[in-house]
């Protein structure tokens, strides 16, 4: 099975990301592994989950919370009733997404020990799933500190459930398994920290260490693009934010993303986003005056 290294960037008025997707009913699919934490809500499917070394059947509706670098797929063989889409809502986060303040306090105790559980997975089960759903589905259609509020209620309802179980054996660790993973990070951390300059591949190779060529490989295979695709998702996911915050036109979005040729930032800014950066732009206000109106 095909094994993936994800990198998630969050939007500028984010600590975290909610979306919920139609599921594509297909047996095959590759192992994914990220830094973030998520929570993934699976409906209406039955099939089989990969978590670890963990590997089961499943049916109906599911609650997971996964750890950094935990290796996961669910493959879906077909939907439990043909009447309704499968579908999948998924939560990606990190758990001081709100400031390491919030996990010294006492209060958050149960919390602490629901993010220790996390790196080998925790499945859970009863009326839990119910609840964790409700607030899910309020979170799709919430923004700022009332979705940041919902968070908070959702890990709450977490920690407190009662059936809860762990799904991969203590044998397993994550982080030490994830020497590829730690790689790729590497490669994560130079191109977020270089971006805004010209990038060789024979630097970034050198930091693995491997060759250009058999860096090219390892990279695609292992995160599913190539090392220019990866740069340009990076420089106009920069752009992208420079833009909403407000405080730049788009010659000086596109100059402090790494670019220096305007029809070059506009041409990769619209096969990135779907749209021109004034476009974007434009329907990010329209969407924010439809939201508060």
């Known amino acids: 099975m095909q094994y993936i290294y994800e990198n998630f960037t969050f939007p500028p008025d984010q600590s ?29 499917c039955s099939g089989k989950r990969f978590i670890g070394d963990h590997i089961h059947d499943f049916e109906g509706t599911e609650l997971v919370l996964l750890g950094s670098y935990l290796p996961h797929c669910w493959q879906y063989y077909q939907v439990v009733d043909p009447f309704q889409p499968p579908l999948a809502t998924v939560i990606h986060f990190f758990p001081d997404f709100l ?21 080998r997975g925790l499945l ?22 009332t979705r940041a509020v919902l968070m908070l209620r959702l890990l709450d309802v977490l920690a407190q459930a009662e059936h809860g179980e762990v799904l991969s054996s203590p044998y397993f660790n994550a982080v030490e398994n994830s020497g590829e993973a730690n790689k790729i990070n590497k490669v994560f951390d130079y191109i977020f920290s270089n971006f805004r300059e010209e990038i060789a591949l024979q630097d ?64 990769h800014f619209k096969d990135i986003k779907g749209l021109s950066p004034r476009d974007f732009i434009k329907r990010y206000n329209e969407q924010t005056t439809a939201i508060h109106s």
């Open 16 to 44: 975290f990301t909610i979306r919920s997707e139609f599921l594509e009913i297909r047996k095959y699919a590759a192992l994914k592994s990220h830094v973030n934490f998520e929570i993934a809500l699976i409906e209406n």
């Open 204 to 267: 970034v190779a050198y930091l693995i260490p491997m060759s250009a060529a058999a860096f090219c490989r390892f990279f695609k295979r292992k995160t599913n693009r190539t090392l220019i695709d990866f740069v340009k998702e990076v420089r106009i996911g920069h752009a992208a934010k420079l833009l909403l915050e407000g405080h730049h036109n788009v010659a000086e979005a596109c100059y402090q993303s790494g670019y220096n040729n305007i029809s070059n930032f506009n041409k």
């Open 99 to 119: 400031g390491k303040q919030l996990l010294e306090k006492p209060e958050a105790k149960q919390l602490n020990v629901l993010f220790e559980k996390a790196p």
């Open 124 to 145: 859970f089960k009863g009326t839990v799933i119910a609840a964790a759903k409700s607030i899910m589905q309020e979170m799709l259609f919430q923004t700022g500190l």
